[in-house]
């Protein structure tokens, strides 16, 4: 697909065919991509646990959601083949700002305007949803409560110093993208609201 098609083509997808594996030369391509993304002084501080197992991912969603029925967000989300989980390493920026070229040497992190570390997984992250869509695939992006970070960092053994940014679920789509979840109704901000052109008011 031409880049444009796959920018438009993209949306998140919440409900997968459960019955349709991925195949794992496809998770693979997703993530050769997504080390391609850009990164705040070559740092690229971003780790991926893949979960591909039943089990795994059943652990996954267990940890990381209320206990109780599931509503139709988590029962259509577990239905994903895949699941991959975005972790952001900030101590491999502060790390390498620290060197000589950069000379940030007292590890401040005020120093930073925006955290680097998680805008930078984010970027590898759209690069995986992009991915996904040119591979005739579905994926959406997710949160992660934060009380719930601890008891998914010990079942899969995350070090404490990755936060996990998010997670991508994965597989072969069956609804129609951008139809389902509580932003589906709102419009989309259009370049006149959002581009301002030599000053704000421009
Ligand atoms: C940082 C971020 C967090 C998001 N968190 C969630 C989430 O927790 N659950 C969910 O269903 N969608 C989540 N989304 C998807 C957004 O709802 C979605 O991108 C938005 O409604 C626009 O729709 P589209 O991506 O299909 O164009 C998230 C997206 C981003 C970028």
Excluded at 64 to 88: E, F, I, K, R, Y
Excluded at 127 to 139: F, K, N, P, R
Excluded at 158 to 184: C, E, K, L, Q
């Amino acid at each position: 697909m031409d880049l444009p098609d796959v920018v438009r083509a993209r949306r998140m997808v919440r409900t997968y065919d459960h019955e349709r594996p991925v195949p794992v030369e496809a998770v693979t391509a997703l993530l050769d991509l997504a080390i391609r993304a850009p990164s705040a002084g070559f740092t690229q501080g971003w780790d991926f646990l893949v979960l591909r197992g039943e089990d795994e991912r059943a652990a996954f969603w267990r940890l990381t959601t209320d206990h109780g029925d599931p509503d139709s967000w988590l029962n259509g989300m577990q239905t994903a083949p895949v699941l991959v989980l975005c972790l952001s390493d900030p101590q491999r920026y502060l790390d390498r700002y620290a060197e000589p070229d950069k000379g940030w040497a007292d590890r401040d992190e005020t120093r930073w305007p925006a955290p680097y570390w998680h805008i930078d997984t984010g970027m590898a992250s759209l690069l995986i949803l992009q991915t996904a869509v040119d591979e005739g695939l579905g994926a959406c992006f997710f949160g992660i409560p934060p009380d719930r970070i601890e008891a998914f960092r010990q079942e899969f053994g995350i070090p404490a110093d990755h936060s996990p940014i998010g997670a991508i679920t994965i597989g072969h789509r069956t609804d129609d993208p951008g139809s389902a979840g509580s932003a589906a109704q709102r419009p989309r901000r259009t370049p006149d609201e959002v581009v301002h052109h030599g000053h704000w008011g421009g």
